[in-house]
């Protein structure tokens, strides 16, 4: 897993005030994913796990797409 560290840099005078720049930088975070980076990077899992997991999920999605609940 690589680990990427972008600073997110909000032009406060192009935003007419701080809650219009406190709402970018909101929306900045969660389109770069990097809350869920954290997250994912403060436990340790296994690769087996992780792989087990993706497998499981895309049958779930397969089976919610196929109609078989």
Same mark, same amino acid.
């Given at each position: 897993?690589?680990?990427?560290?972008?600073?997110?840099?909000? #032009?406060?005078?192009?935003?007419?005030?701080?809650?219009?720049?406190? %709402? !970018?930088?909101?929306? *900045?975070?969660?389109?770069?994913? @990097?809350?869920?980076?954290?997250? #994912?990077?403060?436990?340790?899992?296994?690769?087996?796990?992780?792989? %087990? !997991?993706?497998?499981? *999920?895309?049958?779930?999605?397969? @089976?919610?797409?196929?109609?078989? #609940?």
């Amino acid at each position: 897993m690589n680990i990427f560290i972008s600073m997110i840099i909000i #032009d406060v005078t192009k935003e007419k005030s701080i809650e219009t720049a406190l %709402r !970018t930088y909101k929306n *900045k975070v969660q389109k770069t994913k @990097q809350v869920q980076q954290l997250r #994912d990077r403060q436990v340790f899992v296994k690769p087996s796990v992780k792989k %087990r !997991t993706e497998r499981l *999920k895309a049958v779930y999605v397969q @089976q919610k797409r196929n109609g078989l #609940d």
